[in-house]
């Protein structure tokens, strides 16, 4: 059986700073792959960005830039930010890379040859300072939703994706195929909005700006931006290209990571684009909720946008990964704010996991020199609840990392952290210090350092440095410390020594101080 697995996450427009919704999708894929990487995988995942349109070409006029200009600077960004957040992505797609636009065409090409693309006419209301169509639903009090104008009904020439073509086909696939999307409530949604009601041809082409991949067959038509962005899940692997090593190894993908809103693209849109070629279909489509603010969607003119640069340099990369991580319960838009923040911080970080750390070094180098008992010949009567703790939540956590309930699984690590943390009150190990009960002494101390092992190992998805840095305390090679050896209880090697003195990992947040911080960072 082949171990590969490819990871996609959307590319995203380049049309401004990336805030920490934007973010999340980055970061959790940046965690699936880490622990799909620890669990054996061959692990692919791919990034970029969606550099056409009318938008970007507007945005880039109005910064006296031409668009390339534009998007090369942005691209940079996007870069420096996931080097910042350490997202181990192993391919950027840029829409506007040739790779890319030369197997756009040619996918353009064998749609039009199937007869799958018909020219047509596109009609809705024309905002003409916007430069844009809207649909009736999309006006606000009847004029344009982005400037507020006056609007006029307009038609141009287009090209049309025959849509309908496919539509028995499509709902064939789901039956066959009812977990292609999780969760289950966005395929219901798509279903009701756009499948059950019958499908519309799509309308993939444009001629009133010119920032696009242009039609092959009729240049002054530029492609509209789904058909270009969708593909670049395959151009990437070098599909139709001269070498498409990449793309017989890793294509089908295996997850697209995608936003709740752009479901239907990818719901339906994708998959009959891909079976109109003649591919085999992703295997699954995740479609995760959004973070959202105490007063709704995050924007800057409300004064409420918070970006991953401000919170990973006052509080680290680790706290901000982990706060987002935590943050989002399957299928639920979920909400940031300085008090939850600060609260998680202090509370998981900081007490549960870096004070159990911080209590098991001191222990160790107080009560053993430094070295982690391993000739353990007594028993509390507490050892073996621990272990079976262990034993249960690294099932929970795989299985709930199979199935992407990210928050899930961290709810499982943090009960074995807390478990951990009473195995020291009910030990009480100072007390056995002082009755120089040697044996049951040592028992405690290998059983906490064995826990923190597996803690490390466990945590590495969510907070890599962290878990590094917990490693390097105890003294145990990272190489050592791999996922297959969670099974095992006696891994530790004879003499390792712990650190002499462990600095804490997080150090414990004034809340007060901080929440204004964040308050006034979010105005900013
Ligand atoms: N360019 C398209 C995607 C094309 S994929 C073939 C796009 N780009 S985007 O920049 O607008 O959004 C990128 C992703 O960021 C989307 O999945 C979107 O859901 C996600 N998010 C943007 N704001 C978000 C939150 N506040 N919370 C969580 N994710 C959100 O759509």
């Given at each position: 059986?082949?171990?590969?697995y490819?990871?996609t996450?959307?590319?995203?427009?380049?049309?401004?700073?990336f805030?920490?919704?934007?973010?999340?999708?980055?970061?959790?894929?940046?965690?699936?792959k880490r622990?799909?990487?620890?669990r054996?995988?061959?692990?692919?995942l791919?990034?970029?960005?969606?550099?056409?349109g009318?938008k970007?070409?507007?945005l880039?006029?109005?910064?006296?830039q031409?668009?390339?200009?534009f998007?090369d600077?942005?691209?940079?960004?996007?870069?420096?930010?996931?080097?910042?957040?350490?997202?181990?992505y192993?391919?950027?797609?840029?829409?506007?890379?040739?790779?890319?636009?030369?197997?756009?065409?040619k996918?353009?090409?064998?749609f039009?040859?199937?007869?799958?693309i018909?020219?047509?006419e596109?009609?809705?209301?024309?905002c003409?300072?916007c430069?844009?169509?809207?649909?009736?639903t999309?006006?606000?009090n009847?004029?344009c939703?982005?400037?507020?104008?006056?609007?006029?009904?307009?038609?141009?020439?287009a090209?049309?994706f025959?849509m309908k073509?496919?539509?028995?086909w499509?709902?064939?696939?789901?039956?066959?195929n009812?977990?292609?999307?999780?969760?289950?409530?966005?395929?219901?949604?798509?279903f009701?909005n756009?499948?059950?009601p019958?499908?519309?041809d799509?309308?993939?082409?444009?001629?009133?700006?010119d920032?696009?991949?242009?039609?092959?067959?009729?240049?002054?038509?530029?492609?509209?931006?789904?058909?270009?962005a969708?593909?670049?899940?395959?151009t990437?692997l070098g599909?139709m290209?001269?070498d498409?090593?990449?793309?017989?190894?890793?294509?089908?993908?295996?997850?697209?990571l995608?936003?709740?809103?752009?479901?239907?693209?990818h719901?339906?849109y994708?998959?009959?684009?891909?079976?109109?070629?003649?591919?085999?279909?992703p295997?699954k489509?995740?479609?995760?909720?959004?973070?959202v603010?105490?007063d709704?969607?995050m924007?800057?003119?409300?004064?409420?946008?918070?970006?991953?640069?401000?919170?990973?340099?006052?509080?680290?990369?680790?706290?901000?990964?982990?706060y987002?991580?935590?943050l989002?319960?399957?299928g639920?838009?979920?909400?940031?704010?300085?008090?939850?923040?600060?609260?998680r911080?202090n509370s998981?970080?900081?007490n549960?996991?870096?004070?159990?750390?911080n209590?098991?070094?001191?222990?160790i180098?107080?009560?053993f020199?430094?070295?982690i008992p391993?000739?353990i010949?007594?028993e509390?009567?507490f050892?073996e609840?621990?272990?079976?703790?262990?034993?249960?939540?690294?099932?929970?956590?795989?299985k709930?990392?199979d199935s992407?309930?990210i928050k899930?699984a961290?709810?499982n690590?943090?009960?074995?952290?807390?478990?951990?943390n009473?195995?020291i009150?009910?030990t009480?190990p100072?007390?056995?210090?002082?009755?120089e009960n040697?044996?049951k002494?040592?028992a405690v101390?290998?059983n906490?350092?064995?826990?923190l092992?597996k803690?490390?190992?466990?945590s590495?998805?969510?907070?890599?440095?962290?878990s590094?840095?917990?490693?390097?305390q105890?003294?145990?090679?990272?190489?050592?410390a791999?996922?297959?050896t969670?099974?095992?209880?006696?891994?530790i090697?004879?003499?390792?020594?712990?650190?002499e003195?462990?600095?804490?990992?997080?150090?414990r947040?004034n809340?007060d101080e901080?929440?204004?911080f964040?308050?006034?960072?979010?105005?900013?």
């Amino acid at each position: 059986m082949s171990n590969k697995y490819y990871l996609t996450t959307p590319i995203y427009y380049p049309s401004g700073k990336f805030h920490i919704g934007t973010a999340y999708c980055e970061t959790i894929a940046d965690s699936i792959k880490r622990y799909k990487k620890a669990r054996g995988y061959d692990v692919y995942l791919l990034t970029g960005l969606d550099e056409h349109g009318q938008k970007i070409q507007t945005l880039a006029e109005k910064n006296g830039q031409t668009p390339q200009q534009f998007v090369d600077k942005m691209a940079e960004e996007a870069k420096r930010l996931w080097k910042l957040m350490d997202i181990q992505y192993d391919d950027f797609i840029r829409t506007t890379e040739t790779r890319h636009k030369k197997t756009v065409q040619k996918i353009v090409n064998i749609f039009l040859e199937k007869g799958d693309i018909y020219k047509g006419e596109y009609e809705g209301w024309y905002c003409m300072p916007c430069e844009n169509y809207f649909t009736e639903t999309q006006l606000v009090n009847g004029k344009c939703p982005d400037c507020g104008r006056e609007v006029k009904k307009m038609k141009e020439e287009a090209y049309f994706f025959n849509m309908k073509k496919y539509e028995n086909w499509l709902k064939k696939f789901y039956e066959q195929n009812p977990e292609f999307i999780v969760p289950e409530s966005r395929k219901n949604e798509i279903f009701k909005n756009f499948i059950d009601p019958g499908l519309e041809d799509l309308c993939i082409s444009r001629c009133t700006f010119d920032w696009g991949i242009q039609m092959p067959n009729d240049p002054k038509h530029v492609l509209y931006v789904w058909l270009d962005a969708l593909t670049n899940y395959v151009t990437a692997l070098g599909y139709m290209s001269d070498d498409e090593t990449l793309f017989k190894k890793y294509w089908p993908a295996d997850l697209h990571l995608v936003g709740k809103e752009i479901i239907r693209f990818h719901g339906i849109y994708w998959p009959i684009f891909l079976h109109a070629l003649g591919l085999e279909l992703p295997k699954k489509l995740y479609a995760h909720s959004w973070v959202v603010m105490k007063d709704g969607k995050m924007s800057k003119s409300v004064g409420n946008v918070i970006y991953p640069e401000t919170l990973i340099k006052r509080y680290g990369l680790d706290a901000t990964k982990y706060y987002l991580l935590q943050l989002m319960s399957f299928g639920q838009d979920s909400m940031f704010t300085p008090e939850d923040f600060v609260e998680r911080y202090n509370s998981d970080l900081a007490n549960d996991l870096g004070n159990l750390l911080n209590r098991t070094i001191g222990m160790i180098n107080k009560y053993f020199n430094g070295i982690i008992p391993t000739d353990i010949k007594e028993e509390t009567e507490f050892d073996e609840d621990l272990r079976n703790c262990a034993k249960e939540q690294i099932e929970k956590i795989e299985k709930n990392m199979d199935s992407y309930h990210i928050k899930d699984a961290i709810q499982n690590l943090w009960k074995y952290i807390s478990r951990t943390n009473k195995y020291i009150d009910e030990t009480a190990p100072w007390v056995l210090a002082k009755e120089e009960n040697t044996e049951k002494l040592k028992a405690v101390m290998f059983n906490l350092a064995e826990a923190l092992r597996k803690i490390a190992i466990l945590s590495e998805p969510y907070i890599a440095n962290s878990s590094s840095k917990i490693l390097e305390q105890l003294g145990i090679p990272k190489q050592e410390a791999t996922w297959d050896t969670l099974s095992k209880f006696d891994n530790i090697k004879k003499g390792t020594k712990v650190v002499e003195k462990g600095e804490p990992i997080f150090m414990r947040l004034n809340a007060d101080e901080e929440i204004e911080f964040m308050k006034k960072a979010m105005k900013n």
